[in-house]
């Protein structure tokens, strides 16, 4: 949503610019990088540790399941041809059983981490906008730009102030 009001913003600085110089150069335009902001930001870090205190029983639990797997389907690899057939017939049971859980649980469980990675999302971007909608109205900026940007010098680039308002509001 934010990348379809750049372009006409740009466009609109630009026009100012050209028919208003004077009040062109007294704009205050700052660049934010979003993806550093969601990386770096104490409230991302935050964000992931609570998603892995969330998922890592169900993880692991996950994993113990799949090394049975592979386990049972090695046995039948190197075993197969020397078991009786009711025994391998019941080994090849057990493995569709386990492959149909597994495909199961996998699919709960990455269905759950991303309702669960888009709600910690959510609230990331509302911190960070309110942080740099307060951060540009007590510096009076005019115009903070952020995805999109292909040119921006250090001297708009106010990440980094932005980064230190996020850390100061834990």
Known sequence: MMKKF???????VAATA?????????????VVNLAQLVTASPQAQRARKSMEGKF???????????????????????????MSEEAR???EGQIRDQQRRLKLMQDEYNEDVTLAERK?????REDIRAV???????????????????????????????????????
Request: glycine share 6%; aromatic share 4%.
């Open 120 to 124: 910690e999302m959510d609230g990331l």
């Open 132 to 170: 740099i909608d307060q951060f540009a109205k007590d510096k009076g900026f005019d115009l903070i730009l952020g995805d999109a940007i292909l040119f921006a010098s250090e001297q708009v680039d106010v990440t980094d102030q932005v980064l230190e308002r996020l850390k100061d509001r834990l």
């Open 18 to 30: 050209m028919v208003a110089p004077a009040q062109a150069a007294d704009l205050k335009i700052g």
């Open 89 to 91: 017939e019941k080994l």
């Open 56 to 82: 890592s029983a169900r993880k692991e639990e996950l994993e113990s399941k799949q090394e049975a797997f592979r386990a049972d389907v090695e046995r039948l690899k190197r075993d197969g041809q020397v």
């Open 6 to 12: 750049i372009a006409p913003l740009l466009l609109a």
